[in-house]
């Protein structure tokens, strides 16, 4: 069975920095594409961040700079390190595997986590 | 950078059918996938690549894309599908994916 846990997320003031977790089960990471998305308080799904199998990553353009995404093959877990965290950043951050359609030029995500909340503030 | 637009709101009446759209320039040469997200709980996806459904969600839900809008059609609401929609794509030109802004169904 596909899990995703999340953990990490807390209170921190702005500028500081967190490191969230994933750990994933029932599947191998390091074969597949993952993602970050994160929904801020009411608010819509927001992109943050993707690893492609190969290790190369792609940010948003609101967190570039600031956060990297990382793996750890041995653990099977994922890793989303923010710094130079803002009140904006504040959000329940979700990690989900993404499927790859080739042939589409496409992906999507079929597995999420229950998420992690990050709130940003003094 | 690509945008998508989704009504913020949908009502629709018990046993009745739902349509949600997702604008995009174009959106017909992109693959469209949608997400169901109920209060305080994950987003599920229900339908991915335009149509087709991911094992265990029922076939009262479909999509298609045509022109410049996506649809997700809901047949035969039940009041277990009030719930926030998305609509997602890929931008190929950035390696970025897209969400659209969400919709809220209600069920009436």
């Known amino acids: 069975e596909v899990q995703l846990v999340e953990s990490g997320g807390g209170l921190i003031q702005p500028g500081g920095s967190l490191r969230l977790s994933c750990a994933a089960s029932?599947?191998?990471?390091?074969?597949?594409?993952m993602t970050w998305v994160r929904q801020a308080p009411g608010k819509g799904l927001e992109w943050v961040s993707i690893?492609?199998?190969?290790?190369?990553?792609y940010y948003a353009d609101s967190v570039k700079g600031r956060f990297t995404f990382s793996r750890d093959n041995s653990k099977n877990t994922l890793y989303l390190q923010m710094n130079s965290l803002r009140a904006e950043d504040t959000a329940v951050y979700y990690c989900?595997?993404?499927?790859?359609?080739?042939?589409?030029?496409?992906?999507?995500?079929?597995?999420w986590g229950q998420g992690t909340l990050v709130t940003v503030s003094s | 950078s690509y945008v998508l637009t989704q009504p913020p709101s949908v009502s629709v009446p018990l046993g009745q059918t739902a349509r949600i759209t997702c604008g995009g320039n174009?959106?017909?040469?992109?693959?469209v996938h949608w997400y169901q997200q109920k209060p305080g709980q994950a987003p599920v996806l229900v339908v991915y690549?335009?149509?087709d459904r991911p094992s265990g969600i029922p076939e009262r839900f479909s999509g298609s894309n045509s022109g410049n809008t996506a649809t997700l059609t809901i047949s035969r609401v039940e009041a277990g599908d009030e719930a926030d929609y998305y609509c997602?794509?890929?931008?190929?030109?950035?390696?970025?994916?897209?969400f659209g802004g969400g919709t809220k169904q209600t069920v009436l």
């Open positions: 989900a595997r993404a499927r790859r359609l080739t042939t589409a030029g496409t992906t999507y995500f079929d597995y």
């Open positions: 029932g599947f191998t990471v390091s074969n597949n594409y």
């Open positions: 690893i492609y199998s190969g290790g190369s990553t």
């Open positions: 174009n959106i017909r040469s992109k693959s």
């Open positions: 690549d335009d149509s």
């Open positions: 997602q794509v890929w931008d190929s030109s950035s390696d970025h994916v897209v």
